[in-house]
């Protein structure tokens, strides 16, 4: 754990250290795949990213598949698989695309050459082997039970900040009052 730690201190982040592990090898490479042994997971160096995702409880056991391509703002809780299907005789073969704010709850296995949508909702536990329009609530095996627009936005209550949400690899103060609302009554 404290070696992790002075790891991602050391080389710039768990990002920095993905991005240079090709690049650079050597002490880079090293010190990625540590990063990623000690948490039990494996993020693939050619799998692709436009934002770092957040990653709520932590990069616990979280495997995403080399080839895989994952949009802005995506939220990944635990023992998620983004997984690449290599079975010849299969349809789906090749590795997962996820579009942009989408959020993918624990368990929750998405496999093979899929497509899913921006502003998509993975249920937890949720199994995806087919495609996934934009704006879709997805349960169960592939079921979509919502196809409507949906917030979302990761949230957390920060002491100084009060409502923040995950947005480009950062919290952002919430300011829209009608979220606010919401938010307020549950805390």
Known sequence: MFI????????GGFWKMKANALSKKGVY???YLYTQAENGSSIAYNSTFSSPPYFP???????ISGG???GDNAVIFQQVTIGSNTLIDSDGI????I???CYIGAGAKIIGNVQIGNNVRVGANAVVFKDIPD????VGSSRIIAREMVNNKYYSYHNANGWVYFHHGKF???ENLEALKVLNNFN
């Open 172 to 174: 952002v103060k919430e």
């Open 68 to 70: 895989a391509k994952i």
């Open 57 to 63: 409880h932590g990069m616990k056991s979280i495997f």
């Open 94 to 97: 090749g590795a997962p695309t």
């Open 4 to 11: 992790g730690l002075f790891l991602n201190k050391a080389f």
């Open 135 to 138: 704006n879709c609530v997805v």
């Open 29 to 31: 490479l090293k010190a």
């Open 99 to 101: 579009g942009d704010n």
